[in-house]
């Protein structure tokens, strides 16, 4: 998955490979009625196999069966299976990020950066929580898992934030480490394999935060 | 790959399916001489093939074709393919690990914790740049990278340094965000995709180690 604008092809549906989640959120383009149809019965067959058998066992193959359509239909339709993953957490995935764009304070404008912060960080982990598991299999597909679109936003959101909050030093990077913090494997492996609550993990973003920004 | 003991094996060759790398660096336990010479075959074969095709063509079946040996054989001494693209990397990953437990300060022990967090992360910078390919294609392999004993080992490091500079904090939990900037998928990122010097990345760790010591 790239942050670059996906390029036309022949799609015989008439769109493009869905690219579902953009560096920043914004209004869906137009789809015609029998595009958007086709999109959403694939999207049921796709979250009713992830329901019944967990996101490991999705395949673009298996989408198609369920969903009695073409294999390339799928693959026309969400570039890979990352993109297939990642169109089944759109939504949600939207709404957090409006949440901390648009949103009401603190965790959107209006709140000191710092408030504002520590609010990103506490909704992020949960949100991540939520979502772990179709996240991970994202992770897992993406060849390369630093030029994900919603790492790219959470890093932009941070940099900003950490620029706002006066924080000092390399912007880019301590954006990066704040980032990290927030990464779905690293926190699968913390309250699942190390048995951490996610309690410990929202403490723990708050302290970094005021280290960070030295306060 | 997991940390915990290989479990014996009824191996053909008279050894256990190789971990290359513990926790900590041991001697490593003796093998027959028929063994070792196996060995270094196999790794002599995997060697040329990643030097003429590069990490991500290397499989068990290209090793064993090359050193003319049945692919059981590469799969009971290495394990799986992370457990053999390890091996490759085995001695400068030792060489390194031995650095910061027994060599000199300021990164081995003898100098203040601070100074040897701040050299432990340029030289950890260092040598992932050095090995970037080998250990992405580990990584990729690793299903759970969190559990692959080099990042154990330096997460296990930071903790006892950030203890000892009486960072305060939940020390597991700020060794691991000092492990995550030293991560070989966000230095490859940074360096190959932004084209970040890799000097930029240095004055960055000493930063972070800075705020996160609150000095």
């Known amino acids: 998955m790239s942050v670059t ?46 329901a019944e058998c967990g996101p490991e066992h999705l395949t673009m193959e298996a989408v198609a069966a369920a969903a009695s359509v073409g294999k390339g239909t799928v693959f026309r339709r969400f570039g890979d299976r990352a993109g ?55 992770e897992q597909e993406a060849s390369r898992r630093h030029d994900l679109p919603p790492r790219h936003v959470r890093h932009t959101h941070l940099a900003m934030l950490l620029r706002e909050a006066g924080a000092g030093g390399d912007t880019e990077l301590l954006a990066h480490t704040l980032a990290a913090y927030l990464d779905v494997t690293l926190i699968s492996h913390l309250t699942r394999q190390r048995g951490m609550a996610l309690g410990r993990l929202e403490d723990g973003w708050l302290d970094l935060v005021a280290r960070i920004v030295r306060r």
Chains 1, 2 share one sequence.
Request: proline share 14%; glycine share 6%.
């Open 84 to 138: 297939l993953l990642m169109a089944l957490i759109d939504h949600s995935e939207r709404r957090y990020q409006e949440a901390f764009l648009f949103g009401p304070p603190p965790l959107g404008p209006g709140a000191p950066p710092v408030r504002r912060l520590e609010a990103f960080g506490i909704t992020t982990l949960r949100h991540l929580a939520t979502h772990r598991d179709l996240l991970l299999a994202v």
């Open 5 to 50: 604008p996906a390029t036309p092809t022949d799609d015989t549906d008439g769109v493009r490979p869905e690219r579902p989640l953009l560096p920043l959120v914004g209004p869906r383009p137009p789809e015609r009625a029998d595009a958007a149809r086709n999109r959403t019965r694939l999207l049921e067959a796709a979250a009713r196999l992830v």
